[in-house]
């Protein structure tokens, strides 16, 4: 537990003496609400209506576009070949940076989403679903994101790639994720999509650093 | 000492050598073609002219020959890739890598012919090229794996950690495969449900299972001799570059 906190230590050290990171990811989360109205005119009825669908979209693109930054800079230094000689299984190291990375990347778009909800018309009670979708469901997306970054990480230009292999995966948390906000087929219904995506993020929190690990150490080689 | 080690190797990974299967599959390439090309023969000859028209559907009913058999195929494919991947990550096994590159871009034909020809059947008889339904949604999925396991692949350059790799992925895309088998249960929108495979035997009649069986086998076919000639394609690329390499050491 020691060494997994000192590797969870060590990623939010970097992160915040680095700077700049976090803020971007969140300036590119709370731009995408500020375009769509544009690009759809600032009809507030319909905003509201796509507001659920708006939010997951730009959480989506936004944990897509950090990606990179879960594996990449330790790659190329050499870190990683250094933390497999740790005594502590080298998943469980992996499960510390994905789960930093889940501090660094989600916490603060989910911090971010009350302005979000203000610029799509959303009610106080929407918003309120929104952040719980959003909590329940970004460990997902960072535990699938995790294993893209480690299919991709020994590629030079494997920046592309790992969406577009996680984001035909990430599609049920899509679906589940806007499920739970919109209240459109009844209270029932967006229950059970809450519960669908909890199930989703735990299995894949549980399985993905032991998959990355494999891919990491396999890609290494 | 080499005699020795030899016997104890067992059949399969004699067979498997890539030398080896390169040998002894290289005679099977031309009768599988000869058996491919009678069973496209006779299964179209049976879907265009020996099979009745649908009560319903009329004449478009015969595009069903070429689309479930795609559409099995789509999902065929991916179980044989997947198969090799648990021979890469297991055994190490080269042929597995082969076996692994090989399929991945005929599963993406398969599954983009299976699309095709659901679209093309789908607007005379349901009145749209494209739904939103399980099965259509879940197969599309297939094929955007089947698209980034490609693109995964020509971003490699060492093929041999690109299979160790990639054949983690394909294990990880493989839950989509029963999503796809059971989507018709579970969310029964538009597509119908299974008709050939049930516990309780098929709901088709004769007349019609007939043809599609013979389809069915023709593709299977098709599947393998191109699976066959696309590893030695793949084989003999893999010597070539190796040659290459060794040429270029010689020189420095």
Redesign the interface.
């Known amino acids: 537990m020691n060494a997994f906190g000192a590797v969870l230590a060590r990623e939010l050290k970097l992160a915040a003496r680095s700077g700049g990171d976090v803020l971007t990811l969140v300036l590119f989360f709370v731009m995408i609400g500020v375009i769509v109205p544009f690009a759809m005119g600032p009809d507030k009825a319909m905003l509201s209506r796509l507001a659920p669908a708006i939010v997951w979209i730009a959480a989506f693109l936004s944990m897509l576009l950090g990606l990179d930054r879960m594996f990449r800079a330790d790659h190329e230094d050499g870190t990683l070949v250094l933390l497999r000689q740790a005594d502590l299984p080298f998943s469980a190291i992996v499960g510390a940076k994905v789960a930093a990375h889940w501090l660094l990347t989600a916490l603060p778009l989910i911090i971010a989403s009350p302005l979000l909800a203000i610029m799509l018309a959303m009610d106080m009670p929407t918003l309120g679903r929104a952040v719980v979708s959003l909590l329940v469901g970004t460990p997902a997306l960072v535990a699938l994101g995790a294993?893209g970054a480690a299919?991709?990480v020994?590629?030079r230009?494997?920046g592309l790639?790992a969406p577009?292999?996680i984001?035909?995966?990430a599609?049920p948390i899509l679906i589940f994720g806007v499920g739970t906000i919109s209240t459109g087929a009844g209270p029932d219904q967006s229950d059970a999509a809450l519960l669908f995506l909890a199930a989703i993020s735990l299995m894949t929190a549980a399985l993905a650093p032991f998959?990355a690990a494999?891919?990491i150490k396999?890609?290494e080689? | 000492m080499s005699i020795d080690t030899k016997s104890r190797q067992g059949w399969f990974s004699r067979i498997a050598h890539p030398g080896q299967f390169m040998a002894w599959t290289q005679p099977l390439l031309w009768p599988l073609v000869g058996i491919t090309a009678v069973l496209f023969v006779v299964g179209l000859y049976y879907a265009f002219f020996n099979s009745p028209e649908d009560y319903q559907m009329g004449e478009t009913v015969r595009i069903m020959y070429v689309h479930v058999p795609n559409a099995w195929l789509s999902q065929f494919v991916y179980v044989i890739m997947a198969v090799s991947a648990l021979g890469t990550l297991v055994w190490r096994h080269p042929l597995a890598d082969v076996s692994m590159k090989a399929a991945a871009p005929l599963g993406a034909v398969f599954t983009a012919l299976a699309l095709y020809t659901g679209a093309l059947w789908g607007r005379p008889t349901w009145g749209t090229f494209w739904e939103w339904d399980g099965r259509m949604t879940s197969t599309l999925v297939l094929l955007l794996i089947y698209l980034g396991i490609i693109a995964l692949w020509r971003a490699f350059d060492d093929q041999l950690r690109a299979a160790r790799v990639i054949a983690v992925f394909t294990l990880v895309g493989a839950v989509n495969i029963p999503i796809i088998k059971f989507s018709v249960d579970w969310w029964s929108t538009l597509h119908q449900p299974a008709s050939v495979f049930r516990p309780d035997g098929p709901t088709i009649p004769p007349s019609i299972l007939i043809p599609l069986f013979l389809m069915f086998f023709a593709f299977t076919f098709l599947f393998l001799v191109l699976h066959l000639k696309a590893m030695h394609t793949e084989i003999r690329r893999r010597k070539a570059m190796g040659l290459e390499r060794r040429a270029a050491g010689a020189l420095a």
Do not use: E, F, H, N
């Open positions: 294993i299919v991709t020994s590629i230009r494997g790639i577009v292999l984001l035909p995966m599609i998959v494999l891919a396999w890609g080689d």
